[in-house]
Structure formats: C-alpha cells, structure tokens
C-alpha cells in the first residue's frame, strides 16, 4: 500500500513509534513515503477528526462539571477526571504548535561520524538502545490498554450513581445517572437504549485515544533519552582502547625510560589495515578532514624515522589523533541531541508537572474520604498509581541520563592515562572537567528531570493528605 | 592497643554468616537458611494480620505500639535478602580488602596511620554484637518474669507473648503457650542476628575503605620531586581502590534504602509513643528509640567517612610539593585532583546520600509527620468523631 519510506538515524529507529502517532491522531505528517497532496489532504482531516471528536467530549464533561459544581464531592471527582484528561488535549495542542522542533531532534543524529576502530562498538550500542525502545513501548502500549480495560470493567462494579447534598435535610442523597465510565453532559438521553449504547462506545473511544496521545508523546521523550544515554555508554567503552592506542602515541621524548611502554607498540601495529589506507577513507564527511590534510588548527608534527620515539609513521599518529577527534565530536553530538530534547520537550513537562500538582493535591483530598475496600478506593488509588506512574516514568530517564553523563568523568580517570601521551593526558584532562557537570533536561528551566523530582513530589502528596485529614 | 589483624575483625561476623547458612567459603545457600528465614516470615505475616486485626481509628495508640516490632522484623528480613543477592560480591570484596589490609601490616608507618581506625572498628564489632544480644535476651525472657510477677502478685496466670501475634488458637493453656513462647524469641534472636550482623559488616567494610583512602592520601602527600615517578602508583591504587568502593555501594545500595525508609517510620511511631503513651511504656520505648537513632547516626557517621576520605586525596594531592615538579606529573597532578574533587558517596538506590545531611534530614522529616499525628490523634472517648 504505502512505498517504505526512506528515513535515517533516530526516525529509523523509532519508525514503530512514530507510526502509532499518526494513528492516535497526531498531527504528524512527515515520514511518509507518498507525500502526494490528496494522500496529505487525507491524513491532514483524520487527525483533525480525532482532535474534534476528542475536544468535543472534552468539552462535554466540563459541561458536567459544570453543571454539578455546588455538590463538594462531585466537584472534586469530576475536576479531577478533567485533570486528567487536561494532559492530553495539552499535548495534542502542544505537538501541534511545536511539530517543527520535533522534526528537527528527530532529525539532530542524522548525520553521525564514525571511525573505523570503533564502529563494532557503536553497532553494539545502537543495536541496545534499539532493544530498549522497543521495550519501552510495548511496555507503555499494554499499560495503556490494560489501564483502559480496567476502568471499563470498574464501571459494572459498584452503585452507578451521584452523590447529591439534599438542601433542606443536609443529608446525602443518590441520584441516578448512567452506568458510563465517565460522567459526562450528552443532548440525548443516555440513561438506556441507543443512547446508552452510543456514549458508552465514545467513551471508550475516548478513554483510549486520549491515553494514547499522552503516553506516546512521553514513549518519544524517554526513547530520546534511552539513545542519548546508550551513546554515552558507547563513549565510555571506548575510553580505554583509545587510550591504549594514544599510549603509542608520544609525541615528546619522554624523560625516563620506564614511561615507554614496549607493549603498546605492538597493539598499535594490530591496527587493522587502517593504516594502509587512503586517509580519506577514514572520516565520513570531508569537513571532518579539515584539520590535518590542510593543516589549519592541528599541529602535526612531522617525524622522520630517527626523531619519532615509537617508530610510528604519521599516518599511525594521524589515526589515533582521529580516534580522539572522533570522541570528542560524537561527545559534542550527544550535548548538542541532548540540548534539543530539552528545548523541544521541555514546555511539556512543565505543563505536565503543573496539571500533575494540582490533580494529585486532589486525590490526595479524596484518598482521605477512603472508608474500605469499594469501588471508590479502587478508583482513586488507581488514578493515583497512573499519574505517580506517569511522573515516574520521565523522572528515571531523566535521571539515567544524568548518572550517565556524571560517570563519563570516572570512565576517563579509570583507564590506562598515566601510561599515555601528553596529548592523551590533556584529553583526560579536559574530558574530566567538562564532564562534571551532568547534562540534564530541565521543564522550561523550572525543575530538573530527575528522581529527586518523583521523591519531592511523593512527599508533597503524602504531606498534603496528612494534613488534609487533619481538617476533615 | 595492637592492631587487630584482618581475621579478628571478620570472625564474628564469618561466624554469623555461617549460622545464617551463607557461609563464606561455599556459595551456595544452605538448609540452615531457609530454617532461620521461614520461620521469621511467618511470624512478620501473623504479626501484620494482628496489625490489620486492630486496624482502625480509635487504636491508633495501639497501632503505633505495635509498629516497631513489625518494622524491626520486616527491616532485618529485607536486609538478609538484599545480602544474600550480592553475597559472591561481599565475598571478593573481603578478599580483595585483606589483601589490602596485610600490605598495611606489612608496613609500620602505615600501621600508625590506621591504628585508631582499626581499633575503633574492633571496639564497635564486639560491643554492638554484645549490646543486641543483652538486649534480645532481656526482651525475650521478660515474658516469663512478668508471669511469675503476675502469679505473685495475683495468683493467677496470665499467658504474655512477648510479640503480638494473631494465632487461629488460643494460647491459654501451658503447651500452646510454651510452642508459641519458643517460637517467638527463636524469631526475635534470628532478627537481631539478621540486622546486627548486617550493620557490623557495613562499618567493617566502609572502615577498611576509608583507610585504604586515608593511605592514599599519605603517601601523596609525600611525593616530591625525586620520587614524582611514584605518582603512577598511586593513581593505580587510586583507581582500585576506587572499584572495591563502588563495589560496596553496590552491595549496601538496597540495605541503606531499607533502612532509611523503615527507620522513619520506627522514629515516627516512637516518638508518638513515647509523647501519648502510658507510663509503663517509656523505659521500654526510649531504650527503642535510641538504639534506632543509634543505628541509623552509625550508618551516616561512615557514610560520611568515606566521602571526607575520599576528597581527602585532592587535598593531599595540592599538599605535595608540586611546584617542584617537571610539567608532565603537574598535569598528573591537576587530573588526580579534577577526578578527587568528586567524593566518592554511598547511597540509599540513589535516592538520597548517606551522610552527616541526610541523617539530619530523617530526623526532621519523622519529626514532621511526628508533630502531624499528635495534632491530628484525638484519644478515643473525649471527643464524638463524625462518620465519614
């Protein structure tokens, strides 16, 4: 039906992802093969049919809300379910508006270098944090669908009723509404019939896709984060070979004998053909190149057979020169990714966060009305897990990559460098202070993403209901 | 005092490894094990039914009683269990440290360094082993103190348990009542067995480290401009000794988690006990409340050693007569203190560092939800509470 598309670097890799974004209604129109203008045309009214259908009911329970405000209980359980779903018409509006720099971080690793002695170990790592997306997707997928089953099937349960506060007795009084999984406003009567039957599938239209929408978009944040930290695994595992390859590598006479290493002589000359190659062959692009061949900015020094210490040819140096040339551009690559996730993703979790507060205040006001185990604590404790669980879910990729990025410090300082060149020395040198500082992705400069955040606000909630319960 | 060699600080704890049923010579878990384990875990699920039992808001005093044997219970079995997982790991930690550790005796000037250290960890091992073992035996044996009390007192019988369990039979007559007596303080020795010999092996250990940092720093500080070639070797030492640390945040990672969390909870109930509670209860609950405070101000004191120890070295490093030397160990130098200026922490899963801050931390917190609760507890029968 469709030609494949052809697509590189992180769209590649999270083609699966991609596709079911389009399908929950995303307005996402790149990555197809056919870019003709009635296929657009199409695509382009199916998402805004979803986004429609979904603002529409959207709309229909603030009506509801609306409509039951004086009742204290009412209030509070439909503002929540409102909350709730704030999330995703927030990030559908959001995708919308901020498509371009989506498109431009997935874009941000299309063009990688590489280097011939550590192209294994980039494959490895790709291919891991391939493994982990995927995972990571499934996971999300059948949580969603499984979170969805679960609030139909809570719906049969227990008494499908309102609480109303009767005026002149101040008692409580139940009031009849229909057996849906959300309470919302219809113009037709939804108490039996085809109504009934109507609403009921809409809703579980509803519940479905607009579940989807928001836990996608956080699948494409944390699969960002999962290949940024992989990548930073790659660089740490190739530390040590580099070092053992600048360890041949010394350019300055040494002043005693003992810091010739003899050994690392002969890894060098097990250097794969490389060396025989066209040095061209090396590099991927030709601006990459620009240093030596030229000879702007670098300072070969040019060795003749009796001044160079280990016998090595200028080609043998210019490949481990390379190999740390290469490091270091693809540690570049990675904050430069790194910064784009933030800029693009960060507005969201700020809203997330903000909408996250003030519905888990709520809950916490309605965990304290708890009275046994009934439907009403099924559904409270699970609309706690669910949102605790998605704010978790950000805050551990948030946090791996700053434990990654702080521990390519101690990966540095941990290799052979004592035995290496000055150069390589130098290297280790500046790697180790650049990297003290943990790269982090931060919602619009307000938090940082990280497990303290997930703990700060666990022990919001838990202060909230303490005192809550305290004024009841 | 002589310094104690690395066997005599071990022993004990080999000797309790080896009870428990993992020993440290045979990877595999022992019969001996599961004997101690499931017997425990069966007491913890009845006493939690009995927490359950009473659950409800007029007993919260109660509640609050019960708590600490249950926390106490639940902290020790999930302390074993966390060990067991990572035991091959404590294993060729212990190896590789008396390794270490006999390179020290080998050498005086070393040997004075450590000496305090090592004669304080020796002073610790004994007397903690020896303060919980007074401590569970007293517990333990006061149930049939407070019998003959009662029967003197009275003259007639009351069958006390000395931990609150929910039984489907009645312990009224002697022979039930004896079946569950041994069968308690059987369990309440096994869970003292289980959390003491956990924390002695976590000072042993965080100690040992820290020396090993400490002798690093030394002999750093000691380098100059004839023996620069020296720097190489310690930045060796450096980096291993570095691996044999993270080796033991990787062992006490879920330990420490345990035991942050739970102590809290301990504190708090204490404390509310100890505010709220009738007369009889205080001896009983101080003695709690400090060995709790005790063990978690343990746990934070070396935490916070090893952090100290280990930027210790970026300091030793600029304490050398560096000036002096050529241009090539300055910059080993500068390298050696960049890395050093990154302690190195121990932490509660990477939740929270153990340390000076975070045990300030834990107080305050349980203090918080302390205060919380007394302002919220009503005691039952003076004021009417509305149904919800």
Known sequence: MMTKVKTQGLVTDLMPCIRLLQAAGHFLFNYHADTSGMNMLLRKI???????????????????????????????????????????????????????????????WNQ??????????????????????????????GMTVFSVISWVTLTFFGESVRMIASKETNETLTEPAPRLPLKA????KTMSGGGYVFAFIYQIYFLLFSMALANLLDVIFCSWLIFACEQLQHLKAIMKPLMELSAALDTYRPNTAELFRVSSTDKTEKVPDAVDMDIRGIYSTQQDFGMTLRGAGGKLQNFNAENNPNGLTAKQEMLARSAIKYWVERHKHVVRLVASIGDTYGTALLFHMLVSTITLTLLAYQATKINGINVYAFSTIGYLVYTLGQVFHFCIFGNRLIEESSSVMEAAYSCQWYDGSEEAKTFVQIVCQQCQKAMTISGAKFFNVSLDLFASVLGAVVTYFMVLIQLK | MDIPKFEELLKQIKMNFWLMGIPFDNPKIQIRYYVLLLPLSLM????????????????FLELTQLAPCICIGVLSVLKI???????????????????????????????????????????????????????????????????????????????????AVLLPFKTDSWIPWLIVYVYSIFCGFTCVLYYATVDVLYCVMTSLVCNNFSLISFKLQKVNRNTAHLLKEVVKEQQYVLKLAEDLENIFTAPNLFNVLIGSVEICALGFNLMI??????????????????????????????????????????????????????????TIMIRSHKPKKLTAYKFSVISYGSFSKIISTSWSYFTILRTMYTPPGTKFQDDL
């Not at chain 1, 406003?185 to 037709?188: E, M």
């Not at chain 2, 930027?311 to 007569?321: H, P, T, V």
């Open chain 1, 46 to 108: 199916y998402s805004s049919a979803h986004a429609v259908l979904i603002v529409v009911h959207y709309i229909c329970m603030g009506i509801n809300m609306a409509q039951y405000k004086d009742e204290v209980n009412e209030l509070t359980a439909n503002t929540i379910t409102v909350l709730f779903f704030a999330h995703s018409i927030i990030k559908l509006a959001f995708f919308a508006f901020n498509s371009k720099s989506f498109y431009r971080t997935l874009a941000v």
């Open chain 1, 112 to 141: 990688s270098n590489s280097h011939p002695l550590f192209t294994e170990s980039d494959a490895r790592y790709h291919q891991i944090s391939l493994s982990k997306m995927r995972r990571l997707l499934y996971f999300i997928c």
């Open chain 1, 185 to 188: 406003w219809y113009p037709f």
């Open chain 2, 44 to 59: 913890l699920i009845e006493e939690i039914a009995f927490f359950g039992s009473r659950m409800s808001s007029e007993n």
């Open chain 2, 81 to 163: 269990l966390a060990l067991t997982a990572k035991r091959q790991k404590i294993y060729e930690l212990t190896q590789n440290l008396e390794c270490l550790h006999k390179i020290i005796l080998n050498d005086t000037r070393k040997t004075e360094l450590v000496r305090k250290n090592l004669v304080l960890i020796k002073f610790i091992t004994k007397y903690f082993f020896v303060l919980n073992a007074v401590l569970i035996f007293v517990y333990n044996f006061s149930s049939p103190v407070i019998i003959a009390y009662n029967y003197i007192v009275s003259n007639e019988v009351q069958f006390v348990l000395p931990y």
């Open chain 2, 277 to 334: 509670g009738d007369l009889t209860q205080i001896p009983g609950c101080i003695l709690f409340l400090s060995s709790v405070l005790l063990q978690i101000l343990i746990m934070s004191v070396f935490g916070e050693n090893l952090i100290s120890e280990s930027s210790r070295i970026a300091e030793a490093a600029f304490l050398c007569k560096w000036y002096e030397m050529d241009q090539k160990s300055k910059k080993t130098i500068l």
